[in-house]
């Protein structure tokens, strides 16, 4: 009876924290996202957007690494800026993709997204943003710093999947 009692005190107590709904209180106020929006979902751009990804995820993970906080961070990406964009460059030019791109870093617009069961909420946020050609096509995103994405790209084969406590505690128990 107590451990019944315990889980709906648990259930309870996260329905009134995230308002009936999951929502995204796993990102940190102070965090900076990093997202690429591909030309469109043909299977060229979106494998472009791919390359792209794989490439500044590598780079922004070794730039980041020994970050000590939030303004450390935004320094190395301002001073970083037109490397990434030759960067971007190099290889949009080995793969003949001449759609163009643009870079943005600084608050830029996220719209709602869903995913395994989290909603992140639409907004503006601050963020690295790369959108390649114009930008119809489904994009990808993550949390630059503090380096939530960028623990994938240390990982070779392993997927890193970050949780939240109490939903675990919750589907645990129910």
């Not at 209180?25 to 469109?40: G, M, T, W």
Request: proline share 3%; aromatic share 12%; net charge negative.
């Amino acid at each position: 009876m107590k451990k019944i009692m315990i889980v709906i005190f648990i259930f309870f107590l996260y329905s009134m924290l995230t308002g009936a709904k999951t929502s995204a209180s796993l990102i940190p106020e102070e965090a900076i996202r990093f997202r690429v929006i591909p030309n469109s979902n043909t299977e060229e751009d979106q494998a472009i957007k791919i390359k792209v990804r794989d490439e500044l995820q590598a780079e922004l993970y070794n730039l980041l690494k020994d970050t000590k906080g939030i303004e450390d961070a935004r320094e190395k990406i301002s001073g970083e800026l037109d490397q990434i964009n030759q960067n971007i460059e190099n290889i949009l030019t080995s793969e003949s993709y001449h759609k163009g791109y643009q870079v943005s870093f600084g608050r830029n617009y996220f719209p709602e997204k869903t995913y395994k069961g989290i909603v992140y909420d639409a907004g503006y946020y601050e963020s690295l943003v790369v959108t390649l050609g114009k930008g119809e096509g489904d994009n990808w995103w993550c949390v630059l710093f503090p380096p939530l994405c960028l623990l994938e790209a240390d990982e070779s084969e392993e997927e890193v999947e970050y949780k939240f406590f109490l939903k675990e505690l919750i589907d645990k128990y129910l």
